[in-house]
Each structure stands twice: as C-alpha cells, then as structure tokens.
T-cell receptor, first 113, second 118 residues
Framework: EDQVTQSPEALRLQEGESSSLNCSYT??????LFWYRQDPGKGPEFLFT???AGEEKEKERLKATLTKKESFLHITAPKPEDSATYLC??????????????FGQGTRLTINP | DARVTQTPRHKVTEMGQEVTMRCQPI?????VFWYRQTMMQGLELLAY????????DSGMPKDRFSAEMPDATLATLKIQPSEPRDSAVYFC????????????????FGEGSWLTVV
C-alpha cells in the first residue's frame, strides 16, 4: 500500500538551532515529492517539488533533498516565523491516469525565540 | 495574486442540517480537488474533477456527500444530512494539470471551510 510517513510528529527548537524533518514513502515508481507548509487556520502552501533522487531545492532557510526512499527538509538557523506544520505528499495514480496527492501526517515545528 | 477562494470560512450547524461549501478555483486551472483534514486522519481526498467532470469521488460517503462543478468558476461540496463526525476542515485545491502532478505542476489550496456539526 502506498504510504507517506513523516517524523517527528512535533519538533521544538530554539531560534538558530538547525534540524531536519523526515518524510519516508513506500510508493512504486515515485513521480515526484511535494513539500507544503501549513500555518494554523490556513491552507497548505506549496514549497517545493522534487523529482529525482539526489535533487535538492532551497528556499530561504529551507532545503529539501530526496533519496530513493525518503526526503529531508533541512532548516538552517530557523526563526520563529518558520513555525508551522510541514507536510510532504506524493502523487499516486488512481483512476484513468489521474493523480492525487497523498499526504503524510505532517511535522509540527515550533521555533522558540 | 491568484488564489483559490472558499466560502464559508467557518460554519457551525446542527446535526441533520444541510451544509454547502463553495469553491472558486484559480482562473485557468483545469483540475479541482476536495480534501478533508482532521487531526486523526490528516488530509484525505474526497473528490476530484478534471475539466469539470468528476473523475473520482470514492473518498466520499455517498449517502450524504455530493460534489458538483456547475461551471468552471464554481465547485460545491454538499453534506445532507450532516453528522457530528463530519466536523473537520474542508479544503478545495486547484491546479493546471496537463499530464502528471509531477510534471512541473502542483496544486494550490484555499484557506479551508471549518465545519462544526453539533
């Protein structure tokens, strides 16, 4: 069964303390991996798409990497405004070639000043 | 700045009442998704429209949920009758999907409709 698992469920860091979030998946024939950020009371906001193992993408203090089995979202010297839930998702073909994004449960990141 | 618009943002209703949620996708997008988010289940796909045609709604409880897209600027999700277990955040998302989601395309979410059924 196609699954997306994120760890840890929650992570609390001090401002400036770098760390990584993990997204592992069991999907045959991966066709990309998506990262979203979700603030409380808001919808998920698109961050990155990674297509192949070894690929990296960066945005401000965030860097996403992809291997054949998992993706990491590295956050360097985070600030309180980076506090949010980070979701990863993979596209799954399910009907007449259509694809849906299957999401992990998310990692709730809190950055203390 | 193009965005997906959802109404209502918040809804509290009594069990048994009909609830209709509306979504205006981003202009030019050909694909619309309805997702439901709960603490226990996370984000679950309820319905999927491509060029206004419903391709899949297997994630919805058929006896009480229905989804339609009467025109390219409006998608609706209706619950009748509503039950307390329907309390959740309902997100609409849209995208311009040519072949695959991974082909440089992604989907963009609205702010959600927060539903509480008492």
């Amino acid at each position: 069964e196609d699954q997306v698992t994120q760890s840890p469920e929650a992570l609390r860091l001090q401002e400036g303390e770098s760390s990584s979030l993990n997204c592992s998946y069991t999907v045959s024939g991966l066709r990309g991996l998506f990262w979203y950020r979700q603030d409380p009371g808001k919808g998920p906001e698109f961050l990155f798409t990674l297509y192949s193992a070894g690929e990296e993408k960066e945005k401000e203090r965030l860097k996403a990497t992809l291997t054949k089995k998992e993706s990491f979202l590295h956050i360097t010297a985070p600030k309180p405004e980076d506090s949010a839930t980070y979701l990863c998702a993979v596209p799954i073909s399910f009907f007449q070639g259509a694809q849906k994004l299957v999401f992990g449960q998310g990692t709730r990141l809190t950055i203390n000043p | 700045d193009a965005r997906v618009t959802q109404t209502p943002r918040h809804k509290v209703t009594e069990m048994g009442q009909e609830v209709t949620m509306r979504c205006q996708p981003i202009l030019g997008h050909n694909t619309v998704f309805w997702y439901r988010q709960t603490m226990m289940q996370g984000l679950e796909l309820l319905a999927y429209f491509r060029n206004r045609a419903p391709l899949d709604d297997s994630g919805m409880p058929k006896d009480r949920f229905s989804a339609e897209m009467p025109d390219a600027t409006l998608a609706t999700l209706k619950i009748q009758p509503s039950e307390p277990r329907d309390s959740a955040v309902y997100f609409c998302a849209s995208g311009l999907v040519i072949e695959e989601l991974s082909s440089g395309n992604t989907i963009y979410f609205g702010e959600g409709s927060w539903l509480t059924v008492v």
